[in-house]
């Protein structure tokens, strides 16, 4: 009569102690005769590892990951990380004070969608055009607070030097006129004065959407006046 392996099913030869293809030992008191079919097999599991995803950008994560290494948004969105370091950074912050790493644009708590002013930059570069920029040069002569993106500031600083440009050109065919002559540079040199404080107000709104400090402008410029003044030579 055959006989059957306990563990694995396989055939056994007469007077075997151990199972050829698993090894078992076969018991010697009793012969059990095991038909493959009757033995139980528990299905094999293979090592699964779980993932999640990230709700903000959909990046995979594991289940021990506090934040996604993406957009460093945190699983429970109270706060986020620095996706350099690791530092527990706000909604307000645009820079990791730890790393100085620019921190991601959105992420959402509950159902706000919270923004760090990317989308905001984005919607401006889009409105923004040399007659705007020209216009906003002077309605914010005495504004220091705002922030001037990039074409904000050298589309208003074009118009200017071509204006300058323009009324030299003028000041210097009617400077032949002597009372003409005289008027008109008047004038010329009224309007570079009246241009100061919007200037001023210009480099200090694109200093703060440059994220420098607007005392950095006043040092610059005087520095280079006394850079100036120390190479002039003397008239004597």
Not at 32 to 46: G, K, L, R, V
Not at 65 to 82: T, W
Not at 94 to 106: A, E, L, P, V, Y
Not at 179 to 201: C, D, E, Q, R, Y
Request: proline letters at 3%; aromatic letters at 12%; glycine letters at 6%.
């Amino acid at each position: 009569m055959k006989s059957y392996c306990e563990k694995c099913g396989n055939e056994l030869k007469e007077g075997s102690k151990f199972c050829v293809k698993c090894g078992n030992p076969i018991s010697t008191k009793k012969e059990q005769n095991i038909s493959p079919d009757s033995i139980e097999t528990e299905p094999i599991q293979a090592d699964e590892t779980i993932m999640e995803f990230c709700t903000n950008c959909g990046e995979a994560m594991t289940p021990e990951a506090d934040f996604c290494i993406k957009c460093g948004v945190s699983k429970n969105k109270i706060h986020k990380y620095c996706i350099h370091c690791g530092s527990t950074v706000t909604a307000e912050q645009d820079f990791c004070i730890k790393c100085g790493t620019k921190i991601s644009s959105n992420f959402s708590i509950g159902n706000i969608k919270i923004s760090d002013g990317t989308q905001e930059q984005v919607d401006k570069f889009a409105k923004t055009t040399v007659g705007r920029a020209y216009i906003n040069y002077w309605l914010k002569w005495n504004n220091y607070t705002e922030k001037a993106t990039r074409p904000d500031f050298w589309y208003a600083l074009l118009v200017c030097a071509i204006v300058y440009f323009v009324l030299f050109i003028i000041t210097a065919i009617l400077s032949v006129i002597p009372l003409v002559g005289t008027i008109v540079s008047i004038i010329f040199v009224v309007f570079i004065l009246i241009n100061l404080a919007p200037v001023i107000a210009l480099y200090i709104r694109r200093s703060n959407d440059a994220g420098l400090n607007w005392k950095w402008f006043i040092l610059a410029t005087v520095l280079s006046a006394n850079l100036f003044l120390a190479i002039l030579p003397s008239k004597e």
